[in-house]
C-alpha cells in the first residue's frame, strides 16, 4: 500500500512537471498569426505562469525583450532584456536541489541558463535599442557588458564559445558613433575573426568597413593574420567618413529555427559504451552513433536497452528571406547582406552540446531503470495480475518521466540583415521590399519624409517573422 | 499507515512554508553599507561625492581664483560621461556635490544646458503672457566661469566565481574662457565579488 501512495505521488509530480515547451510554442505562435507582436505581447503577460513558469523566467524576459524591441518599444526592451540578463547572472550559483531533481527527471525541472548564442544576442539587441534611442553611452555599457559576457563563456567553455560577427560589428559601429576610433578598429576585426572563425564569406559591406577602419588607424596588417587582404578602395566608408551621416537599416528575416523532439535508442554499458539508433531528421535516414557510456553506480556491467528523446532542430515555415531597398527612388535597388543566421547558431550549438546531452541523458534513464526495477521488486505480492500492472505503470511512468529540454526562445528571426547608407542632411524616402525564395514581394514598407540631421545615425528596424 | 500520513503532512508544511515568499520592508540607515550584488550602489555614490567635496573645497584652486575674480565663481555642470560596464545614474553623486557646495557658499551654480532650454522657453512664454511688471527679461542670465566634466570608468577582471571591479571616477572644473583645468579630482573605488557555484 506504500509503495503505491508513493507511486501516485510520483504521478502528480510528473503532472507538474509537463514540458511547457510545445504549449508555449502552440499558444503563442496562434495569438502571433492572429494578432501579432501586440497579441503575443498580451498573451505572454496574461498566462506567463502557464507558458512560463519559474524556471523559465530567463525565456520570458527574452521573448518580451524581443517583441518589445520589433514593436519599437525601445524602454520596454531594455527592461526586460536587462531583467533576463540578471536572472542569468543570478543562475551562476546552481541549486543542488534542482540538479538533484534534474538528475532524477529531466532537466526542464532546472531553471533555464540560456544557450550562448541568446545570451549574446541579447547584448546585440540592447545595443540596437540604446542606438534606436540615441543614447550612445548607454550602448557602450551594452558592448562593454557583452565583452565581459563573452570573456565569461570562453573561460567557461572555450571549445563551445562561439565568436559573434554581428555583436563585434555592433560594438564598432558603437564606438565609431562616439567617435572612438582606436576601440572602433579592435572591434572591427574581432568581427573579421569571429567570420574567419565560423567559416562564413564577410559581407561585402561589412569588409569595405573593417578594411577602411584597420587601413585607417595603421592595423591592415591584422587583417593578413586571417588570411584577407584590406581593400584598396572603400568608396563607401570614405563617403561616410566626410559626411558622418547615415540611415541603418536593420532587417530581421523568417522565424528561426525552434526545437523538437529526436527519439533515440539503444544500448547502455556503464563505463564502457553507448550505442544508439535513431531516425536523422536531416536524411531521412536510419542512423546510428557510439560514445563512450559514464559509470553508473550500481549498473555494474549489466546491458540496459535504453529509449529516449533529445532536443532537436525543427524548421517553421516562413517566406521572408531577403530585404532590398532603394533610397530617394534614385538608385538601384540594393539587396541587404546577412550579418547573422540563427539558424546556423542553433544547428552549431546543437551539435557542440549534442555528446554530453546523449551521454547525460542515457545515464539518467540507467540510474531510473535500475531504481524502477528495485521498486518493482519490493511492491511484488502474491497477486500476479497486480505485479503485472505495476510493472506496467513503473515502466509506463519511467518513460514519461524523460522529456527533451525544448526550451528556447521562441521569436528570434531566422537571419539578420544591417545595411548603412551614407545620406546628406535633408528629407530623405526609404522604400523596403521583403521577398520570398521566389523574388516576390510579401511586405512593403514606405517610409517618406525621413528628415536627417548632419552627424545624424537614423535606425530603421524591418521585422518580418512570416 | 498512520506515521506514513504524518510524515507526507509535516513534509507538506514544510514545503508551504519554504514557499512562501511575503515581501518583508525595514528602514535602514541611508548612510549604511549594503551590498548586494557587488554592482554600482548608493554607497559607491556616497563615497565619491565625500571625497570629490572635500577634494575640490581644499585645493589652492578656490582661493587662486577668488583672488583673481573677486566673488565667488558660477560653475555649470557639463556632461559626465559614463565610461563603465553598468547603467549608472551619475547625477546622483553630481547633485550630491552640487548641493555640497552651494550650501558651503564657495561657489555658485547656474542651470545647465538642458535646464536652459526650458527655462527660456518659459520666459518666452511669459513674454507674451506674464503682466510687464512681473515678466523676466531676455538676456540677464549670468555666465558660468567654470565647467564640470568627467567621466566614470570601470576596468573588471574574472575568472569563474571571482571577479575584481575597479571604478575611477574623473572629474574636472575648466575655465570657460581660457579652457584652462583649474581642479581635476579623482576616486577609485575597487571590489571583489565572489559568487558561490552551488546553494541548497
Known sequence: MKKRLILIALSFFLISCANKSNLRYDTLSKSYKKNGFDGAIAKIEKEE??????????????????LHHYKNNWKQSIQHFSQAEKIYEDLFTKSVTNEAAALLTNDNTKPYRARPFELLSLYQFQILNYLAMGDVDGALVEVRRAQISMQALYQKDQKKMNENALLHYLSALAYEIDGEHDDAALAYYHAARAFHENKTKIPSEVFEFISHSLKKSDRAELLHK????????????????????EIILITYLGHSPILGELYMSGTFVSGAGLNVNYKDPQTGKRASATFIAPVVAGAGGTSFHVGFSLPEKRMLPFQASKAIFTLDKKTEPIQSEVLMDFNHELTRNLADD??????????????RTIAAQKAKKAASTDNIWLN?????????????IEQADLRMALFLPNTITLTRIPVEEGTHQLSVNILNNNNSVIS??????IQIKKGQKAFFFVPVLR | ??????????????????????????????????????????????????EMIQDCLNRPWYSNLIQEKGSAPTVVIGKVRNKSHEHINVETFIKDMERALINSGS???????????????????????????TRKDFGQEIGADLMLMGSLNSIVDQEGKEQVIFYQIDLELIDLQSHKKVWIGDKKIKKYISKSSTKL
Open chain 2, 107 to 133: 561657489v555658485e551654480f547656474v542651470a545647465n544646458s538642458a535646464m536652459r532650454d526650458e527655462l527660456r522657453a518659459e520666459l518666452a512664454s511669459q513674454a507674451g503672457n506674464a503682466t510687464e511688471d
Open chain 1, 49 to 66: 505562469p502557464k507558458l512560463y513558469g519559474k524556471n523559465s523566467s530567463f525565456l520570458y524576459h527574452f521573448d518580451l525583450g524581443l
Open chain 1, 444 to 449: 512593403s514598407l514606405q517610409l517618406n519624409d
Open chain 1, 226 to 245: 586571417l588570411d584577407y587582404q584590406a581593400l584598396e578602395s572603400t568608396p563607401k566608408a570614405d563617403h561616410l567618413e566626410k559626411t558622418n551621416t
Open chain 1, 388 to 400: 503485472l500492472l505495476t510493472s506496467v505503470g513503473t515502466d509506463v511512468l519511467q518513460s514519461q
Open chain 2, 1 to 50: 499507515m498512520k506515521k506514513m500520513i504524518q510524515i507526507l503532512f509535516i513534509s507538506s508544511l514544510l514545503f508551504l512554508f519554504a514557499c512562501s515568499s511575503g515581501t518583508k520592508v525595514s528602514r535602514i540607515d541611508s548612510n549604511s553599507v549594503v551590498d548586494l550584488s557587488g554592482r554600482w550602489n548608493d554607497t559607491d555614490s556616497r563615497l565619491v561625492a565625500e
Open chain 1, 354 to 367: 549534442r555528446s554530453s546531452v546523449i551521454t547525460k541523458t542515457a545515464a539518467r534513464v540507467v540510474i
